[in-house]
Structure formats: structure tokens, C-alpha cells
């Protein structure tokens, strides 16, 4: 099973990283972005190491496939986060209004993790709810909005606004949605992403063959984007190096390979049909 491809992507990623590291970012946006980028070259150096964890010559080795599909789900919604909070063109009040609808989520889901968990919460604890929440009410987008909606937004049940996005995507939105079904299912289904031996059948997508080609595909693809919006954000940290990562991370976000397998896929599904 090939990775190199991902191999050369992380490897870029990293450096990309440790040229950032000698400059602290200096506002909200470089703050997040460097955070959602960091957290997703993370996860393509773990998929690496569970490649590379995965001997050949060796029957007790099998390759982790379920993990990876985890992996590249989660670096799909670093992607995701990070390009909707970074949409390029928008306003300062819209990117502060995507903030803290992020960071109001964010605390509002610590708020129940620490209630069920029996955590008693601390007056420090609840400092980001109640900036986002200060935040919201003076933001002139937010104000927009009709009442209803603005209530059902102050629940802090949805770090997004999916409508107001209109930037670019990697991939359409259906077939994202398909990748992110599929892997999504490899947490909790007996028969996805565990071994060739077990259910799910070989030649469907959910195949431990199609599922490790997929899953390392859309895991480069994502990843690789995301790195081109990290080199946009923080153009001048990169200089001279800015060229060469760019044209490298635009060969590797190419989606070529991933729509042929899907290709493939479908086109053993008809034969066998027949």
C-alpha cells in the first residue's frame, strides 16, 4: 500500500510549521489558523506512523485502515474549520461573528462534558462562554439577524453558519459528505476499515483496500489545502520558500487519483452486477 505521496505532503507541512515557529502570530486569525494547521499535520504524521507500523513480512501487522479513516476524517474538519473561519474577502465583523459562534460552541460543549463528567465548574471556566456571548451582542452581523435566530444561535449548538461559506472546496460537497460518512462509520461499524476477512465486502468502498486508498487520497488532499491557505495566511513569515511549497502543495491537492478510485470502485461494482 503506497503512501509516499501523503509522506511528501507531511514532510512539507512540517517544514512549513518549523519556519512559522520562529514567528508568533500576532492576531485572532493567525492564532487560529496556526492551531487548526498544526492539529492537522499532526494527524498526517500519525497516519505515517501507522503506515510505516505496518510490516509487510509480517502476519501480525496488519494496517491500522479503521484509525486512518479516523485520521483523515479529522483532518477533513481542521480543513474545514480553519477554511470557513479564514474565508478570504470577508469582513472583520464576519470573521469575528464566525469566532465566537466557533468559540461559543466550543465552550458550550465543555460547559455538558463537565456537567456529566460530575466536574463542578469554576467561575474561570466559563470566561470564553461569556466573552463570545459580550462579543456576539455587539457584532453588527449578528444584530442583523432576526430574534429567532439570534436566540437559537446564543444556544451555542453549531460552530457554523454552513450558507454563509463561499469560498472554494477540495472536493464537491456530495461526495465530501460520502468520504465523511465513510470514515465516520469506521468508529462504530464491525464492518468497515478492520480486515479484509471481515464483512463489508472487498470491492464497495468500504473495502479495507478502498478504504486505506481513499482515506490516504482525500487525507493529501485536504491536508495539502489546507497548508495553501496557512502559506496565504502568513505569506510574509515564508519568502523565499513560498514558490517552491506552493507549486509542490497544488501537485499534491490535484483530486485525480482519489476520482479515479472512486472510478474503479464503481466500475467493479457494475461488473459484478452483471
Known amino acids: 500500500m503506497n503512501d509516499s505521496k501523503i509522506k511528501g505532503t507531511v514532510q512539507i507541512c512540517e ?33 505515517i506512523s501507522l503506515c510505516e507500523a505496518a510490516d509487510p513480512s509480517s502476519r501480525n501487522a496488519e494496517l491500522d485502515v479503521a484509525a486512518i479513516c479516523i485520521l483523515t476524517r479529522c483532518i477533513m474538519e481542521a480543513h474545514n474549520a480553519m477554511a470557513y473561519l479564514l474565508e478570504p474577502g470577508i469582513s472583520k465583523d464576519e470573521f469575528e461573528f464566525r469566532l465566537h459562534l466557533f468559540s461559543l460552541n466550543h465552550a458550550t460543549d465543555l460547559r455538558k ?26 457584532n453588527t452581523i449578528f444584530k442583523g ?10 444556544l451555542g449548538g453549531s460552530p457554523y453558519i454552513p450558507q454563509r461559506y463561499r469560498g472554494d472546496r477540495p472536493l464537491s460537497s456530495t461526495v465530501e459528505s460520502g468520504l465523511y460518512n465513510l470514515f465516520s462509520q ?56 513560498l514558490s517552491q511549497w506552493k507549486d509542490a502543495l497544488k501537485r499534491s491537492s490535484a483530486t485525480e487519483g482519489l476520482t479515479k478510485r472512486l472510478r474503479e470502485i464503481s466500475d467493479g461494482l457494475e461488473e459484478l452486477s452483471c
Open 145 to 154: 439577524l432576526d430574534v429567532p435566530h439570534q436566540k437559537k444561535l446564543l
Open 186 to 241: 469506521s468508529t462504530h461499524s464491525l464492518s468497515l476499515g478492520l480486515t479484509p476477512f471481515v464483512g463489508g465486502g472487498n470491492l464497495t468502498a468500504a473495502g479495507t483496500e478502498n478504504s486505506f486508498r481513499l482515506a490516504v487520497h482525500a487525507a493529501t488532499i485536504y491536508l495539502s489545502t489546507q497548508a495553501l491557505i496557512y502559506l496565504r495566511l502568513r505569506s510574509r513569515v515564508f519568502k523565499s520558500s
Open 113 to 138: 462534558i463537565h456537567h456529566r463528567l460530575g466536574i463542578s465548574p469554576r467561575p474561570f471556566g466559563d470566561a470564553a462562554r461569556v466573552w463570545s456571548l459580550e462579543e456576539l451582542s455587539r
Open 15 to 47: 517544514a512549513v510549521l518549523a519556519k512559522a515557529s520562529n514567528t508568533f502570530p500576532t492576531s485572532y486569525r493567525t492564532y487560529y489558523g496556526h492551531a487548526l494547521f498544526t492539529k492537522a499535520v499532526r494527524h498526517g504524521q500519525s497516519i
